[in-house]
């Protein structure tokens, strides 16, 4: 019984991720938007709705119940340290460098934001989003900072670290979380009404942002690099969430901050990788393919991680 039960549980945190990105294909299918209107559509989630979703969990919640600064340093720790082991293994087996930079991307860059906030909310409730939210100002800095490193170290590029943190300052999600915490600190009474609106459209943005990235997959030629892509799934989907997960169930994370970092680390590889690796010179074609493939078989996996960890009592 407890086993079925479990079973479940898994299913009520992938299932509904996964009906909005085919709903995402039916709209593609049906053409029902035009790639510009996804383009537009998908700017407007990013400027505009991931900075009210952002403030709107961080102003309404209780910071100092939420902001877990161990839970915090692992998460930061961990992606850095896959960062470093994937740059490694590539650099040691790989010898073309535009495919170097889209295989460590891919291996160490998460869809966390898009994937691991809704798994949460699904195993837990809408109540508990305030601290995967937290994690947001934590991981996508260091993302940010590591994929620029990497692509323009691959092309042989300038990193220019003060351009890399303002670029950051004004990513729309961390511009909410800083807003939020200095409405906070000074007190600063947001109207009722405001904040209702402001709470409406934060709670469309994982459904919307979801159905428009299944709206916008590609597929693409992988003969050309069929064993790199493999490695690159098997990394992000497998290796890396049994490494993180195993170190973390020893250290004692449990519950909502151990589901916290499975989002953080076996989401499929971020899409935000395949318009970087464009605009990089990196191996573009490389970096689509683990998106779609990495998403597409992350129904599976993810599944798998909730179901093992909820049989194993962890959560």
């Given at each position: ?65 939420t ?19 994937a ?19 891919a ?74 915490v ?26 919307v ?8 997959f ?59 690796a ?38």
């Amino acid at each position: 019984m407890d086993l079925m039960n479990n079973f479940w549980v898994a299913v009520g945190a992938v299932v509904p991720l996964f009906t909005l990105l085919f709903m995402g294909l039916v709209i593609k299918r049906l053409k029902l938007m035009t790639e510009d209107e996804l383009a537009h559509t998908n700017r407007m989630v990013f400027t505009l709705f991931f900075f009210c979703m952002m403030f709107y969990n961080i102003f309404t919640t209780d910071l100092a119940h939420t902001v877990r600064p161990k839970l915090m340093l692992f998460g930061g720790l961990g992606v850095i340290s896959v960062f470093l082991l994937a740059t490694a293994l590539v650099c040691w087996k790989e010898k073309d460098n535009r495919k170097r930079g889209a295989m460590i991307q891919a291996v160490f860059r998460s869809n966390f934001v898009l994937f691991g906030i809704p798994i949460v909310g699904n195993i837990f409730g809408d109540t508990a989003l305030s601290i995967p939210t937290m994690m947001i100002a934590v991981i996508v800095p260091i993302y940010n900072v590591l994929a620029v490193f990497t692509l323009e170290t691959f092309r042989g590029g300038k990193f220019a670290l003060g351009k890399i943190l303002l670029g950051i300052l004004k990513n729309p999600m961390i511009l909410g979380a800083l807003t939020a915490v200095a409405l906070r600190l000074v007190d600063f009474p947001v109207p009722q009404p405001v904040l209702k609106g402001i709470g409406q459209v934060a709670a469309a943005t994982t459904p919307v942002a979801l159905i428009i990235l299944g709206a916008s997959f590609k597929g693409g030629s992988f003969h050309n690099h069929l064993p790199q892509l493999i490695s690159c799934v098997g990394a992000r989907l497998i290796l890396v969430p049994a490494a993180a997960l195993s170190l973390a169930v020893y250290l004692g994370f449990r519950d909502i901050e151990l589901v916290t970092l499975m989002a953080v680390f076996a989401s499929p590889c971020a899409v935000a990788s395949f318009a970087m690796a464009q605009q990089m010179d990196s191996d573009a074609d490389l970096a689509g393919n683990c998106v779609v493939y990495t998403s597409a078989l992350s129904c599976l996996t993810i599944f798998g991680w909730v179901f093992f960890l909820k049989t194993m009592g962890l959560f």
